[in-house]
């Protein structure tokens, strides 16, 4: 069966010092209240290696939050999937609304991202979402349609089978505005489904689908407690080690 999965992703926030420390709290209290899902903690690339070796990567899995779109070589400032892996990470985020938005990032330069996210052992949080406009004319199913078809339906049944995907609507991501838990589990059963179509019953049965947006231990419970929702992708929430055990604890 299909894992519950609570990831945070810290985006471009806390120093070394700080990220080192949140992973410890985390660790703690972890140690002490076992919990009922998949723990994973997605930090800046220059804190992997040391919060990698902060944690039990059992317990707190670790994830970089993009990787490069080439093997290696003459990509000046870029961090290949090999070398996420290097530092003891074993998760990826990729195609976040922020990075497709403010970095240009396309389904074909994810699809390039997704396959070398898994030809390096790497699990793909492969991210989905509408924007606002779109969610507005009623186009967000053939938004993400468009965004697992272009980046991920060229994958192998096996291959997909180690994909996790995250439902963020861009219009709650940071503004306090969660989907509702209709509005999610709306969209998720959609997107199994279209994944059922492409893979069958037993692949879409085992994908986890995370949701991401405004997610917080006041929402997680009506939002995680849906059939179709698997977890979540938490961004604010994620940088306080009470705030992200309270949504841990919706399990
Ligand atoms: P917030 O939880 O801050 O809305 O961010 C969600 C997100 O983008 C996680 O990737």
Redesign the pocket.
């Known amino acids: 069966m299909r894992k519950n999965i609570v990831a945070g ?1 810290w985006k471009m926030n806390k120093t070394l010092t700080e990220g080192v420390e949140l992973a410890k709290k985390l660790t703690t209290i972890l140690t002490e209240n076992k919990p009922n899902c998949d723990v994973v903690i997605g930090t800046p690339y220059i804190h992997l290696s040391e919060v990698a070796k902060t944690v039990d990567t059992s317990v707190i899995g670790v994830s970089a939050q993009n990787c490069a779109d080439k093997v290696s070589g003459a990509y000046t400032g870029e961090i290949s999937a090999a070398m996420v892996k290097s530092t003891g990470a074993n998760y990826v985020i990729l195609g ?1 609304s922020e990075r497709r938005a403010y970095y240009g990032e396309t389904d074909a330069i994810l699809k390039e991202k997704v396959n070398l996210a898994l030809n390096n052992d790497l699990t793909p949080i492969f ?1 989905i979402g509408e924007v606002l406009e779109e969610r507005e004319a009623g186009k967000h199913f053939e938004v993400v349609t468009t965004q697992i078809t272009d980046g991920l339906f060229h994958l192998s049944a096996e291959e997909f089978s180690k994909v996790v995907l995250a439902y ?1 609507p861009v219009w ?3 503004t306090g505005k969660t989907a509702s838990p209709e509005q999610a589990q709306e969209i998720h059963a959609y997107i199994r489904k279209t994944v059922n179509d492409k893979y069958g019953s037993e692949v879409a049965d085992n994908t986890s689908i995370l949701y ?4 917080k231990p006041s929402n997680a419970k009506e939002l995680f407690s849906n059939p179709d929702v698997d977890g979540g ?5 994620a940088l306080k080690s009470e705030d992200f055990h309270g949504i841990i604890t919706a399990f």
Not at 233 to 237: F, Q
């Open positions: 992703n976040h991210c963020e709650a991501i940071g991401g947006g405004s997610c992708l938490i961004g604010g929430a």
